[in-house]
Each structure stands twice: as structure tokens, then as C-alpha cells.
């Protein structure tokens, strides 16, 4: 369900399916980031796809998108959390080095 905010802006509800939290988005078809938990996810309900197509959400780009690039996120954090435990890594070309 699409509404407007004062601003003329429209938006749409979605449950987040990683936090599982209902939360409010642009009102446009992309992969946008959940305001509760940080994860990228699609604006489903946006869609028309799925009305007309069998099966079509397990083959939707924008759903790989949001996936790539919540393990994206995923694999920095961790290479974070390794560098503040003291522990350095160092990338050369295609080969990791542990310092």
C-alpha cells in the first residue's frame, strides 16, 4: 500500500526478512536498506512481476543484489573485528598475508 508523507514523497510497508520488522521504504521497486537492522532487502510489494510470472521471485536480480550485498557487509565486519583484536591482515593482489 503506497502512501504520502507531507513532503508529496510516496512510501510502502515491508517486513524486513531479517529482522522481521515491518518498516517503511520509498515506494519504488530497488534494493534499499532496513532503517531497523541495516540489511539491504527489496521492496517486494512493489513489484507486478510476481502477479504475472510463476515462480519469478526466485529468479529476481534485485533479490541476488541485496543478498551480494548484505555478505559484502558480512565479510567487512568481520575483517573489522579481526583488525580490532589486534590481529593485521594484509591483501596483496589476490593472496591474503597475516601479519
Known amino acids: 500500500m503506497c502512501k504520502k508523507n507531507i513532503y508529496g514523497h510516496r512510501y510502502t510497508y515491508e517486513v524486513c526478512p531479517h529482522c522481521e520488522e515491518e518498516v517503511r521504504l520509498k515506494a519504488e521497486l530497488m534494493v534499499q536498506t532496513c532503517p531497523k537492522c541495516g540489511k539491504r532487502i527489496v521492496t517486494c510489494s512493489m513489484c507486478r512481476a510476481c502477479d504475472t510470472e510463476e515462480n519469478y521471485c526466485t529468479n529476481c536480480c534485485l533479490s541476488y543484489q541485496a543478498d551480494v550485498e548484505n555478505k559484502e557487509t558480512e ?24 601479519l
Not at 75 to 81: D, F, P
Request: net charge neutral; charged share 25%; glycine share 16%.
Open 75 to 98: 565479510a567487512l565486519a568481520e575483517i573489522e573485528q579481526e583488525l580490532k583484536g589486534g590481529r593485521g591482515i594484509l591483501f596483496v593482489g589476490h593472496s591474503k598475508t597475516t
